[in-house]
């Protein structure tokens, strides 16, 4: 398969143990030569202690890949949000 030939879409399978999800309100990002780490925490309000609820490690590239597919998905909600508002008016 060339470069240019689009690959099919990855499947992706969420475990029921992790469809849940965690909440995080925070988050400390720590980059290394050879990694990116993502801890993702939660804070209470007025709370001095933040505790991990869930720790990322990726690729630099994978990384670079990740915030350029986020920064794109929030674009795109803030593009719908701003429709459905002024459609709403």
């Known amino acids: 398969m060339s470069d240019t030939t689009k ?8 475990p029921k143990e992790l469809a849940r999800g965690v909440y995080s309100n925070m988050v400390s990002i720590t980059v290394a030569e050879n ?3 993502l801890d993702f925490a939660m804070m209470m309000p007025n709370g001095q202690d933040a505790e991990v609820v869930s720790r990322v490690v990726l690729t630099p590239q994978v990384a670079k890949n990740f ?4 920064q794109n998905a929030l674009l795109d909600f803030d593009i719908a949000r701003k429709k459905r508002e002024k459609s709403a008016a």
Do not use: D, L, Q, W
């Open 7 to 14: 690959k099919p879409p990855v499947r992706m399978e969420v």
């Open 35 to 37: 990694e990116v780490i």
């Open 67 to 70: 915030m350029s597919a986020f």
